[in-house]
T-cell receptor, first 112, second 113 residues
Framework: DVKVTQSSRYLVKRTGEKVFLECVQD?????MFWYRQDPGLGLRLIYF???????EKGDIPEGYSVSREKKERFSLILESASTNQTSMYLC???????????FGEGSWLTVV | AQSVTQLDSQVPVFEEAPVELRCNYS??????LFWYVQYPNQGLQLLLK??????LVESINGFEAEFNKSQTSFHLRKPSVHISDTAEYFC???????????FGTGTRLQVFP
């Protein structure tokens, strides 16, 4: 089975802190994604990466950055967390266009 | 640009009743279509997808969806729901030969005994 693992299920951080959300996939997938999920808004794409060291902005990249130094790992970084970044963050991966996108279980981030 | 509309934010039904979750999309180019399901406190799982061929696609747990190009719809149906189908369902599209999924806002299906 494909496994997408998000290292932290629940985090509480203070405003202004730097936050790292880590994601690892074990199926040698080219593509990796970070989404945030908010009630009534569905999932919105923050960033995605189609290869090591490659990244593209999604629909809501402001306040976030990403890092993909190895194929299996895709990190989401909040340089200075703010309360409006309190959300559920979902990492996903896929082999290529049209293939199934597999999701991790999500990371609940609360910024106080 | 592509967009996905799920008109119903919540759909309450009784067990064993039929259900339809509506999904409409907008795109000027050909797309792939997906339904994902999210059970409480879990990530999303693929329910079914349409890439090409037969416009009616089925999942292993009794759901089906029909791609209607003229109406730009991909509604999800099940003839008889179970309590265990209670979850949030997301419709999504991606442009062919791209890797970016665009999601709808989700429909919460609540099945009552």
């Amino acid at each position: 089975d494909v496994k997408v693992t998000q290292s932290s299920r629940y985090l509480v951080k203070r405003t202004g802190e730097k936050v790292f959300l880590e994601c690892v996939q074990d199926m040698d997938h080219e593509n990796m994604f970070w989404y945030r999920q908010d009630p009534g808004l569905g999932l919105r794409l923050i960033y995605f990466s189609y290869d090591v060291k490659m990244k593209e902005k999604g629909d809501i990249p402001e306040g976030y950055s990403v890092s993909r130094e190895k194929k299996e790992r895709f990190s989401l970084i909040l340089e200075s967390a703010s309360t409006n970044q309190t959300s559920m963050y979902l990492c996903a991966s896929s082999r290529s266009s049209g293939n199934t996108i597999y999701f991790g279980e999500g990371s609940w981030l609360t910024v106080v | 640009a592509q967009s996905v509309t799920q008109l119903d934010s919540q759909v309450p039904v009784f067990e064993e009743a039929p259900v339809e979750l509506r999904c409409n999309y907008s795109s000027s180019v050909s797309v792939y279509l997906f339904w994902y399901v999210q059970y409480p406190n879990q990530g999303l799982q693929l329910l079914l997808k349409y890439l090409s061929g037969s416009t009616l696609v089925e999942s292993i747990n009794g759901f089906e969806a029909e791609f209607n190009k003229s109406q730009t719809s991909f509604h999800l149906r099940k003839p008889s729901v179970h309590i265990s189908d209670t979850a949030e369902y997301f419709c999504a599209v991606s442009v062919i030969n791209t890797d970016k999924l665009i999601f709808g806002t989700g429909t919460r299906l609540q099945v009552f005994p």
